[in-house]
């Protein structure tokens, strides 16, 4: 018996996604589809031409829209309501929604609860040629495929997916999937062929932490690496850097940039976020060490956890700049629905927002603006400590040094890619406005927080 073909359009939910790019989700489920008779895949990642695309012409039978982060939960579903108006039915997944699924469901047709395997988009594929779309869908994947990059359209890089989920359980991470128990890793024969047919010069790993993903088969997998001749980048956790072997080997396969979760510089923060594979004691050291591998890093650093004060920006800020930290970031500690965080500021009457303002509140929920009550900074205050970081570490004689310094360690090439790419943030921070951020500008922003 013959079924007819089922159509399915996939859409970014995210507005402004970065040119050239498609998500990992949407990817998947074009992999997914390659593999299933009668199922064609279509997308768009413009309003423009979402709009444009989206009609209930025949041309299409289900529409799926990833959203990634809370922050674009409201547009994302603004979208799909414009979308079933058209008459369309549209199944939402991603991150937001699968830890929101409730919420989502008074916007869409259906959710996917979780990371989609191939079985589940074939039972959403039944369902559709039955007439009959679910509200939940849970998947429970037990590998991470390899993934069929034809529709990424990054020219100088390419995206490879190693794992999912995480072991650890940061109070405040929003990275597990339901379904999948710590994390799922792919297998070490398909990152071997996956590697070797990358056509770019560089590798982006996406994993929440590839040094987890090298704990077995490490000595494949770095023989892959060498053998392929890429540069690449991946986040990898503090406790795997804290060995100098393992930095040692990274470097000698090809790895240039290393994004590393710091948080904090105070272990007590640490330890009330549950995030006990950070070792405070040990930064300076694994930062001098990548380093001397030329491996430049990108450093997250998070404010607002109960023990900080305004006088831990500021060290925070001279522990960046005297480590030469290369590209840091300063970020408000944001309660994501469905993190424990969250729950714990709900329950102890914290957060300066009510279920109500749901979801449009969500568009605060950029890192930019302060959630909750803090017992050492004034809203106004912890909205400007990022900008006072910012104004520090993108000054032209801290620009200078880091500079002089990556000679030391970068060949000519690299160190050029680092000096464009010092100068696009410090350009980017110059020209920097905010509306409703602080007290007004960035520059305003930094020299009220300078005073405190």
Known sequence: MSFPDVKIHLIDGDPHPPEGYTNMALQLIDTYSKAMDGVRVSISNTLPAIMDDVKDDGSIDLVGVSIRDTAIAPDAYNLIQRIRQNGLQVLAGGIHPSKNPDECTRFSDSVCVGFLDQETLGDIVRDLRQGSLSKYYYPKPNQVPVVDGSMDRMVKV?????????????SFCTVGFPGIDGRLDKSTRDFDQEVGKVETDRIVFVDSNFGDYMRKDRKEKIDTLKR???????DISINYLRDPKFIEEIAEAGCREVYIGFE????????SIHKGQNSVAHYEQIIRNLHQHGIVIRGAFVIGF???SPETVKRTTDFVVDNGVDFPTMKLLTPYPGTALYNSLRQSGRLLFEDSDRPNVFRRFDRRHSLFTHPNFTQVDM???PDYFNKRIYGRDVIDAKLAAARGYLGMPDWEYYREMLEHYRAFDLASRHSSIGVGTSKENAEHFSRL
């Open 228 to 234: 392929s001749g890429k540069k690449w980048v991946a």
């Open 158 to 170: 390419t995206s490879v997916l190693t794992g999912v989920g995480c072991n650890f359980s940061c």
């Open 306 to 308: 109960d023990r900080d």
């Open 383 to 385: 909205e400007c400590a």
């Open 264 to 271: 904090s510089i105070d272990k007590n923060s640490l330890k």
